[in-house]
């Protein structure tokens, strides 16, 4: 999958036209260092005009980390965070998860998410698919990878960052969710994968970790 760089800028034909809409110019209303704030002017299916407000984003990665019985899921623990996020002013239950990199591939930075955040290293890796979080108002794919075989270590956490780490059954993530502790979007996805493994649905295409040290080497430059 492929992204324009630039708001307003042409995209392929897409296969629905009577639902499509067309950028005609666009610009660039903010500018952070984690998400670009645009506006363009669309021409909609009809012939009309309307104006879109959006977030780039760079992309992230989500990480499902298998302890216990990595082979089925049955029984796993799996690898949690508490954090505080402060534009909902609380702490959330979360899966290790963070954003890519410029020019980082995703399973690097999955890898070295994993690390960074939690501590652990895995010896094999296996995609599960993406997800789009927000799609009315920001261009954010975030992939979903499954890592097992997980050796423990110190987490390397970023400057300003606080977290927590624990494990959680499958059960009582069902929990957490049935009683909404659980709400961050992008784990509750992956909890979709977690029980798909666990009934056989989903057979991961196990490899082994990229570069064993990748976690270990600085992030590629901006």
């Avoid at 034909?13 to 639902?19: I, V």
């Avoid at 984003?57 to 623990?77: E, I, K, N, S």
């Avoid at 963070?98 to 939690?118: H, M, Q, S, Y």
């Avoid at 799609?135 to 270590?153: K, P």
Wanted: aromatic content about 6%.
């Amino acid at each position: 999958m492929t992204r324009n760089d630039e708001p307003g800028a042409a995209r392929p034909e897409a296969a629905d036209p009577h639902l499509t809409e067309s950028p005609l110019h666009g610009e660039t209303v903010f500018h952070g260092r984690l998400l670009h704030v645009c506006r363009d002017t669309v021409r909609l299916p009809d012939g009309g005009e309307a104006t879109r407000e959006y977030v780039r984003h760079p992309g992230a990665v989500l990480v499902v980390g298998l302890l216990d019985d990595p082979d089925t899921g049955a029984g796993a623990r799996v690898v949690v965070e508490r954090q505080y996020r402060y534009p909902v002013r609380q702490v959330m239950l979360e899966l290790p998860a963070g954003k890519i990199d410029p020019r980082e591939p995703p399973w690097a930075c999955a890898v070295r998410e994993l690390a960074e955040e939690t501590g652990y290293q895995a010896r094999q890796w296996a995609r599960a698919g993406l997800i789009h979080p927000c799609v009315g108002y920001s261009d954010e794919i975030i992939e979903i990878w499954f890592a097992r075989h997980l050796t423990a270590g110190p987490a390397r956490l970023d400057p300003g960052e606080f977290l927590d780490v624990g494990t959680a059954s499958l059960a009582e993530l069902d929990a957490a969710l049935a009683s909404g502790q659980l709400t961050d979007g992008k784990s509750v996805a992956a909890l979709l994968w977690l029980h798909r493994l666990h009934r056989g649905e989903w057979h991961p295409d196990w490899q082994a970790a990229p570069v064993a040290t990748l976690a270990d080497e600085p992030h590629p430059p901006a």
